[in-house]
């Protein structure tokens, strides 16, 4: 597990390179917010995590259940979920507009355009929260 990436995920560099040429300026990885966003967005009062749909329990047909160790994958990964979703609400009671974009956004190549529309058009709204999914 050593070798698996918090940051800089090739998901994650999609949103920021997208996201950029479209014009929207962030900070990366705010240790003051929780949660520690991917992209944090102060003009529009807005955050971004960007998920892998395993590590995040995604319920998509990319997220299987590891067939070894089971126990300590669903504890390892139980956690991972609860700390999203306290994250998540503690943002939203600070006033942060919430976005998550899943990994399986990205899985063809249709879908990266899409998921930069649909946070382009999020941005751009009064909505609070967005998830953006691939398809299922």
Known sequence: MSGIRGKDTKPELIVRRGLHAL???YRLHD???PGKPDLVLPKYKAVIFVHGCFWHM???KYFKWPKTRPGF???KIRR???R???ALRSLAEQG???AVVWECAFKNSKQPAEALSALKDWLNSDLLRVDIIGGR
Do not use: I, M
Request: hydrophobic share 30%; proline share 0%.
């Open 23 to 25: 014009g929207f300026r």
């Open 31 to 33: 240790k003051k917010l």
């Open 58 to 60: 995604h319920d998509c």
């Open 73 to 75: 994958w669903q504890e």
């Open 80 to 82: 991972n979920v609860e």
């Open 84 to 86: 999203d979703s306290f």
């Open 96 to 98: 942060w507009r919430t």
